[in-house]
């Protein structure tokens, strides 16, 4: 069982990016999957969500900008990053599991973690 985020590079703000999570011994669809990121000094937030169905959900600060998506047949999690600004700037982890409507942004709620892909925006 395994998760591999990619995708991440060193951007402009302004400019876009689209990190990918893709699973290997799972099926990502049995699953919610959740992007997190990690600034330096920071806790590791909840950025956002897609419901094993239907549903996505984003954190405050990334909504309007960031859209999550599933590709079922490439058992892949996007995150596509548009408008990035420099407080973007993270490692960003994607994680599959099984969180309750209220803890979805809860880290440990989720079983498997991809190994994280740093994402730069310089202004």
């Known amino acids: 069982v395994q998760l591999q985020a990619s995708g991440g590079g060193l951007v402009q703000a302004g400019e876009s990016v689209r990190l990918s999570c893709a699973a290997s011994?799972?099926?990502?669809?049995?699953?919610?999957i959740g992007w997190f990121r990690q600034a330096p000094g920071k806790e590791r937030e909840g950025v956002s969500y897609?419901?094993?169905?239907?549903?996505?959900y984003y954190t405050d600060s990334v909504k309007g900008r960031f859209t999550i998506s599933r590709d079922t047949a490439k058992n892949t999690v996007y995150l596509q990053m548009n408008s990035l600004r420099p407080e973007d700037t993270a490692v960003y982890y994607c994680?599959?599991?099984?969180?309750?409507?209220?803890?979805?942004?809860?880290?440990?709620?989720?079983?498997?973690w991809g190994q994280g892909t740093q994402v730069t925006v310089s202004s």
């Open positions: 897609i419901r094993s169905g239907h549903g996505t």
């Open positions: 011994g799972f099926r990502l669809g049995d699953y919610g």
């Open positions: 994680a599959a599991g099984r969180p309750v409507s209220r803890a979805r942004f809860t880290s440990s709620m989720y079983y498997y």
